[in-house]
């Protein structure tokens, strides 16, 4: 019957990730490299680490211990928690990078309003240019992007202003309706 082993160093009692499923009588055909050693099971090098303890005899043995995990630094952006699911660790969004990700299908919309002025705008510039009156319809449309873009930049400052997680979920929670783009 297959077997799992994790190997470890056995100088730091680490484990390496590395692991191997075999059955036991062909574990010495699989040597580990050197400085390392085979634990039967599989074991995360996050949780756990191998440290020699004295068993019945007095003789050291070697033995898992399960160790809790040491979390990357905290940030401004993210903080960190133990996922056990996984066994590693899982960032966790902070103000700052939830209102930067808030903003950004906003900086897209902003771009394709910046695309849409190319046009009534040319319209309107030639008109002046002829001497003749802008184009009522030109006018009506760079009108619109214009509210539209007022629109999206009032909601990227009201996303700034958000102080808590709580505050800024409320405020996506309501829509954004823009007219330009919905009638495209």
């Not at 619109?144 to 405020?171: G, H």
């Amino acid at each position: 019957m297959n077997t799992t082993y994790s190997l470890y160093n056995t100088e730091s009692g680490a484990f390496t990730g590395a692991r191997i499923v075999c059955e036991p009588s062909l574990l010495a055909i699989n040597p580990p490299p050197a400085g390392h050693a085979w634990m039967q099971g599989a074991h995360s090098p996050y949780t756990a680490r191998v440290e020699l303890v004295a068993g019945d005899r007095g003789y050291l043995v070697p033995e898992v211990v399960v160790q809790a995990p040491a979390l990357p630094p905290e940030t401004a952006w993210a903080s960190w928690v133990w996922d056990p699911v996984a066994e590693e660790p899982r960032p966790v969004p902070k103000l700052p990078l939830r209102q930067e990700g808030a903003k950004q299908p906003l900086l897209e919309r902003l771009a394709e309003l910046d695309k849409l002025v190319a046009r009534p705008a040319g319209e309107i510039t030639e008109a002046m240019a002829l001497g003749d009156a802008p184009p009522p319809a030109a006018v009506n449309r760079l009108r619109a992007v214009n509210a539209d873009k007022a629109l999206v930049r009032t909601r990227m400052r009201d996303i700034d202003a958000c102080t808590s997680i709580e505050q800024l979920e409320q405020l996506l929670a309501t829509p954004l309706t823009l007219q330009t783009l919905e009638a495209l």
